[in-house]
């Protein structure tokens, strides 16, 4: 088995947890794996029929960025099994893509800055402008106003998933310009936010446990990278299995909002006293995002 991804690793993001998502396979089914940063989008389809050639029997790559790769690669192999992790696109006999609706999660995590804010102001780093994140953050504001309509959003945009020192500069204006909480959606760009949010005073929501140790993070947003990886290996080394689109969501408990233990433990006690009082608040929207009776719109436009 292989997986193939686009950014690199030591994000202390979703990079990072494939990788752990790996070695479970690994154990678990005592599988021969290879793992290939693949950065240059020239290289991905090359890459990609190297490992079919060599008898590459399961082949996991990432993101959008690699949906062209594995949909001309995937019907030249038949007898390998393709899976997308952060995928759009079935349709193959040997390809099931994976989809979480992160926008959800982050509608979550703005019903907590919502009851937060203090400044009127909430902010948003995103890797790159595209249809998903922008809808990650307009979910996040949406969220806010619920607490708050008067609450206004800013987004600002790295460009990249792997740049720190862009993310604090993005991160210390944003909050020189009077926001307190950022939500972030940057793999390892985030790092710099959390950065500036300790040098500037204010507070974020990431997207891993791996940075919970920093006083800054309120909580995350987690993907359960590891998880997901190891499930649909499972799945593609089964009789059952079947290609297609598989949601991955807050539904199917593949994304949630995660309070940082830490924070509760040792935050501003005025900000954990809040905090406590509106997680019952987000248990019933995660629950109504469950049942269907809470829709909670996809807006892809800034």
């Known amino acids: 088995m292989a997986l193939v991804v686009n950014q690199s690793a030591g994000d202390l993001g979703p990079i990072d947890d494939l990788v752990l998502g790996l070695e479970r396979v690994e154990a678990a089914y005592g599988a021969d794996t290879t793992f290939i940063e693949a950065t240059d989008p020239s290289t991905f389809e090359t890459t990609l029929r190297n490992l079919a050639n060599q008898g590459t029997d399961i082949i996991a790559v990432t993101f959008p960025p690699m949906q062209d790769a594995v949909v001309a690669v995937a019907p030249d192999f038949p007898d390998a099994r393709f899976i997308h992790i952060f995928g759009f696109e079935g349709g193959l006999d040997n390809l099931v893509s994976i989809g979480f609706d992160y926008y959800k999660g982050t509608y979550l995590a703005g019903i907590l800055a919502g009851a937060l804010n203090t400044t009127g102001k909430v902010g948003f780093v995103g890797g790159v402008s595209i249809p998903p994140l922008n ?23 790295a460009d990249s998933f792997e740049d720190p020192a862009k993310g604090r500069e993005l991160g ?80 199917e408990g593949g994304v949630d909002l995660v309070v940082n233990p830490d924070f509760l433990a040792n935050g501003p006690a005025e900000m954990v006293e809040i905090i406590n009082a509106t997680l019952d608040e987000i248990d019933d929207a995660r629950s109504q995002i469950k049942d269907g009776s809470l829709e909670v719109p996809f807006d892809p436009e800034l």
Not at 206 to 230: K, M, Q, R, T
């Open 135 to 157: 809808a990650d953050y307009n979910a996040f504001v949406a969220g806010s106003q619920g607490q708050n309509p008067g609450i206004t959003g800013e987004a600002a945009f």
């Open 172 to 251: 210390a204006a944003l909050y020189d310009g009077g926001v307190d909480i950022i939500m972030t959606d940057a793999a390892a760009t985030d790092l710099g936010v959390i950065q500036a949010a300790e040098e500037k005073g204010g507070y974020v929501i990431g997207g891993s446990v791996n940075y919970f140790d920093s006083p800054a993070v309120i909580g995350s947003v987690l993907l359960y990278w590891a998880e997901v990886l190891h499930t649909q290996v499972g799945h593609a080394l089964s009789d059952d299995y079947t290609p297609g689109y598989v949601g991955a969501g807050v539904a």
